[in-house]
């Protein structure tokens, strides 16, 4: 669920298609996409052997969601300067978002461990690969006990 007023127009990031932005301010801290629905989880491993194409996303551990549609959190895209914290399904905004903001995450925290994505930061040119669920974890948890002070 994304919690604030929200808009899907075209990415500001080159190559990335469709971006979610916000449509009101947001002030740091603030939660903008929570978890709704969540009625199963699945192992990595499942879905790697999986015919079928999905949208996953890692919540804990080695547990992901799977979206068959393309829900419109799905619109949000990477970025190493994210201006969205992943933490646990939550997405807290970085810092004070003014209306019209691009909400991105850095992917590493969705990814499976060691998992590649498919294209490159667009703004270093550096691989996106997934982190261990002990570094996603300990570093989202700082970054966003930081955020809280």
Same mark, same amino acid.
């Given at each position: 669920m994304i919690l604030p007023r929200y808009r899907i127009a075209a990415s500001t990031i080159q190559g990335a298609g469709q971006g979610l932005f916000v449509d009101e301010f947001v002030a740091a801290g603030r939660?903008?996409?929570? !978890? %709704?629905?969540? *009625?199963?989880? @699945?192992?990595?491993?499942?879905?790697?052997?999986?015919?079928?194409?999905?949208?996953?996303?890692?919540?804990?551990?080695?547990?992901?969601?799977?979206? !068959? %549609?393309?829900? *419109?959190?799905? @619109?949000?895209?990477?970025?190493?300067?994210?201006?969205g914290l992943w933490h646990l399904g939550f997405i807290f905004a970085t810092k004070d978002l003014p209306q019209g903001t691009e909400i991105t995450v850095d992917y590493r925290h969705l990814l499976a461990p060691g998992q590649v994505e498919d294209f490159d930061d667009a703004e270093t040119g550096e691989k996106i690969t997934g982190l261990s669920w002990q570094e996603s974890l300990r570093a989202s948890t700082h970054a966003l006990a930081t955020l809280l002070g």
């Open positions: 939660v903008i996409t929570a !978890p %709704d629905t969540i *009625d199963r989880t @699945y192992a990595w491993a499942d879905i790697a052997t999986s015919p079928d194409l999905h949208a996953a996303a890692r919540w804990f551990e080695d547990r992901y969601t799977l979206s !068959p %549609d393309w829900p *419109d959190e799905c @619109y949000v895209n990477h970025s190493f300067r994210p201006t």
